[in-house]
C-alpha cells in the first residue's frame, strides 16, 4: 500500500516511452523514467518520506509544487534540493541526509 | 555597480513572471499589441499549476484526457513559444526585485536547474512588469497532519499529472471548493481508489452559494461543463461526496494508515460524537488558496485585507507600470485567471481590452465571490487542533506553544512571537504556517498576508549570492 507509478500499458493517457532512469538513494538503486522529478522516482517507488524534521519527525512531499520544503534531499553533494521541483538524471546521487560538514579550525 | 550579472535592458519590453495561465494569456496579448516580451517560468515548462503534464520526453498522445482546457494550452503555447519578439526564460526563479520611485522596478533572476549551486544570475529592467505567480493550497492543522502520506491536493493534482503517480492506493480528499473534484478524477485515472470525498460547508450553505441567482452562472458555462464532467466520474466510480464533514485527525507512526472524520456544525466546529475512523493509505487536503505575493510586496504593490494584490480596471497594481493577474489578485480557478491575463497583458502593451473580455472577467470574478461564499474557511477550525498539533511544520512548533507564549507574553508582534516561538523561522520561511498563525492570534492586529513579506521570494545559495557581487576593481581593504 502507499503510492505507485501507473505502468504506462494501463495509462489512459499513453505517456511516450522515454527509457528507464537510474539514481542512487542512500546506496539503494531506484529506477524510474527519464522526464520524472525525483520526488516523482521516490514515490513511484513506493516511498512516502526521505527526511526527519528537527525533532526527529518524518517528512516527504506535502505540497508538491516547491513551497513547504519538507521534501528537501542533497542532490550529489548539494545540500537542500527541492525533490519535487529537480527532474532527476541518470546516475544522480541522491542523499536523504544533509552532507556532514567538517568545522573549520 | 553590480558586476558579474548580465543585465538585460529590456526597454520597450513587457516582463511577466510566471507561466501560468494568467502569465501566458498576459504574454500573448502584450504580444498581440506589438509588444517586446519576455517571459520567465521557475519551472521545466509553461502551463503554471493547471496545465501542469509530463516531461516532454514523455508527453502523451493523450494528454488531454487529463486537462481542460488543453487545446487553449496548445494554442497559446505555440503562439508565445514561437514568436519572434517573444523570449521565454524556462528555470528562471525571480528572487528579488528591487524598487524604484521614479524608475522601473528592477528583477533579480537566477536562471538553471531549480536550487542549483551554479545558476546564471540575470537582472532585468522592463518598462513594464507583469507579477503573475499564482497561489498555493492553505492546509489548516489537525492532529497528524505532518505525517508522510498527508498529501495537499495540489500535490496529489501535480503527481498525476506530472510524474504519473498516485499518491496511495485508498485515498480520502478533503477540505473545501471546488478544486477537490479535478483532484478525485485525476486520481481515478491514475489508478487510485477513492474513499470518500469530504466537503467541509454544509448543504445549506453550499446551495445558498452555488444555487442564489443562478442565471449568472449561465455566462460561466464553461465552469459548469467541468464540474459536471468531474460529477459525472464520481458516479461512475461510486466515490461517495459528503458534505459538512471533514477530516480532524489522521493516525499513524511512520506514515498514515487511518483517519478521523466528523460532521462539522455551520461554522465548522466538530459536531461531537460524529466522528468515525476510516483506514486510507493517503489523505489529499485542500482547504482553499493564498496568493503567492512575495514578489508583489517586494514590488511594493498594496494588498487587500484578504492578503490579495489590489488591482484596477486594467489590471493595474498600485506601483505604476506593474500589473498582476491570476490567483494573486483574488482566486477564481483557470478561466479568470486566463481573462486577468488577457486585460493585464494588453494594458500593459498600451491597447485597449475589448469590451466582451472585460464582460468575461466580471462574470467569472462573480463566481469567484460564490467560491469564497460557498466554501471559504470558517473559523471553527480553531477548535480541530489538539495542543500538540505541529503547527509550524518545519520547525515543529504546535499549536499549545503558540498560544501559551502569545498568552504568557501577551505579544501579539509578528517578529517577537517568530522569534520566541520558532513558527515561521524555518525552511519554508512561513508559505505553510503563516495564516494559519495569523489567525490563531485571534484578536491579532497584523493584517491578513502579513506573514507573507519575505525579501527573497525564492531561495539562493549564498555562493551564487556572492557570485553576483564581484567588485570591479580588487583594492584591497583599507
Ligand atoms: C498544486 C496546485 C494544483 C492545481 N491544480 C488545479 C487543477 O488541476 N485544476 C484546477 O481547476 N485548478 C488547479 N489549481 C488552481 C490553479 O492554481 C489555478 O486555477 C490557475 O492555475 C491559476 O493560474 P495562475 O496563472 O494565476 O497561477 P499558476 O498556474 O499557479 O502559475 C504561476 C506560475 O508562476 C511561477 N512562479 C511563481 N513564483 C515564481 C518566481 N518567483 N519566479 C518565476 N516563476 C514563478 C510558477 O512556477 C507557476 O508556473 C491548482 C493549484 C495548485 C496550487
Ligand atoms: S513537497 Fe513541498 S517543496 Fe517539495
Redesign the interface.
Known amino acids: ?6 505502468p ?1 500499458t ?7 516511452d ?2 528507464p532512469l537510474t539514481i542512487t538513494v542512500d546506496g539503494a538503486e531506484v529506477t524510474g ?5 525525483v ?2 522516482l521516490l ?2 517507488a513506493g516511498r ?2 526521505w527526511r526527519t ?3 526527529g ?14 521534501c ?1 534531499v542533497t542532490i550529489n553533494d ?1 545540500p ?3 525533490a ?4 532527476a538524471t541518470e546516475g544522480d546521487v541522491v542523499s536523504t541526509e544533509p552532507p556532514v560538514r567538517e568545522a573549520s579550525a | 555597480m553590480i558586476s558579474g550579472v548580465r543585465v538585460f535592458e529590456a526597454a520597450g519590453g513587457v516582463l511577466v513572471v510566471g507561466g501560468g495561465p494568467a502569465g501566458m494569456a498576459a504574454a500573448a496579448a502584450a504580444l498581440r499589441h506589438g509588444a517586446r516580451v519576455t517571459l520567465l517560468e521557475a519551472g521545466y515548462d509553461l502551463g503554471g499549476q493547471y496545465w501542469r503534464h509530463l516531461a516532454d520526453e514523455r508527453r502523451g498522445a493523450h494528454e488531454h484526457r487529463l486537462h481542460h482546457g488543453w487545446s487553449t494550452f496548445q494554442r497559446l503555447h505555440e503562439e508565445i513559444t514561437g514568436h519572434p519578439r517573444c523570449d521565454v526564460v524556462l528555470g528562471g526563479s525571480v528572487w528579488a526585485i528591487d524598487r524604484h520611485d521614479d524608475a522601473p522596478p528592477v528583477v533579480h533572476v537566477m536562471v538553471g536547474a531549480p536550487d542549483g549551486t551554479d545558476r546564471e544570475p540575470r537582472s532585468y529592467t522592463p518598462d513594464r512588469l507583469i507579477l503573475a505567480t499564482g497561489g498555493q493550497e492553505r492546509t489548516l492543522p489537525f492532529p497528524g497532519w505532518d505525517l508522510p502520506g498527508v498529501f495537499t491536493a495540489g500535490a496529489a493534482q501535480a503527481l498525476a499529472k506530472g510524474e504519473r503517480v498516485a499518491v496511495g492506493q485508498r485515498v480520502l480528499v478533503a477540505g473545501a471548493g471546488p478544486f477537490l473534484l479535478p483532484v478525485v478524477s485525476s486520481l481515478i485515472r491514475t489508478g487510485a481508489t477513492v474513499v470518500g470525498v469530504a466537503e467541509a460547508s454544509g448543504r445549506r450553505r453550499l446551495a445558498r452559494g452555488w444555487l442564489t441567482r443562478p442565471w449568472e452562472l449561465a455566462s460561466t458555462s464553461s465552469k459548469a461543463g467541468e464540474l459536471g464532467g468531474y460529477l459525472k466520474d464520481l458516479v461512475r466510480h461510486r466515490v461517495p461526496y459528503w458534505t459538512g464533514r471533514t477530516v480532524v485527525a489522521a493516525h499513524g507512526t511512520d506514515r498514515v494508515h487511518s483517519v478521523t472524520l466528523a460532521d462539522l456544525h455551520p461554522d465548522w466546529t466538530r459536531v461531537e460524537g460524529s466522528e468515525r475512523v476510516v483506514e486510507v493509505d493517503a489523505v489529499c487536503v485542500s482547504h482553499g488558496f493564498v496568493p503567492r505575493t512575495e514578489l508583489a510586496v517586494a514590488a511594493g504593490c498594496q494588498l487587500d485585507e484578504q492578503g490579495f494584490v489590489i488591482t484596477a480596471a486594467g489590471q493595474q497594481t498600485s506601483v505604476p507600470n506593474v500589473y498582476s493577474a491570476g490567483e494573486l489578485t483574488g482566486i477564481g480557478g483557470a478561466d479568470l485567471a486566463l481573462a486577468e491575463g488577457e486585460v493585464a497583458g494588453t494594458t500593459a502593451a498600451g491597447g485597449v481590452p475589448r469590451p466582451s473580455l472585460i464582460g468575461q472577467r466580471k462574470n467569472l470574478q462573480n463566481f469567484a465571490i460564490r467560491l469564497e461564499s460557498a466554501h471559504g474557511i470558517r473559523p471553527g477550525w480553531q477548535t480541530w487542533p489538539d495542543p500538540q498539533t505541529m503547527l509550524c511544520r518545519c520547525e515543529d512548533v504546535t499549536v499549545g506553544e503558540l498560544r501559551d507564549i502569545a498568552a504568557k507574553t501577551q505579544s501579539r508582534g509578528l517578529r517577537s512571537l517568530k522569534l520566541t516561538t520558532r513558527a515561521g523561522l524555518g525552511v519554508c520561511q512561513g508559505r505553510t504556517c503563516g495564516r494559519n498563525v495569523e489567525d490563531l492570534l485571534s484578536e491579532s492586529l497584523l493584517p491578513a498576508g502579513r506573514t507573507s513579506y519575505r525579501p527573497i521570494a525564492t531561495p539562493v545559495r549564498l555562493g551564487e549570492l556572492a557570485a553576483t557581487i564581484t567588485p570591479e576593481r580588487e583594492d584591497p581593504l583599507p
Open positions: 500500500m502507499g503510492p505507485q507509478r501507473l504506462a494501463q495509462d489512459p493517457v499513453a505517456p511516450r522515454s527509457g523514467q527519464v522526464g520524472q522529478t520526488a516523482g514515490l513511484g512516502v518520506s524534521s528537527r525533532t519527525r518524518p517528512r516527504g512531499v506535502f505540497c508538491g509544487i516547491g513551497v513547504c520544503f519538507d528537501l548539494i537542500d534540493v527541492r519535487c521541483q529537480r527532474r
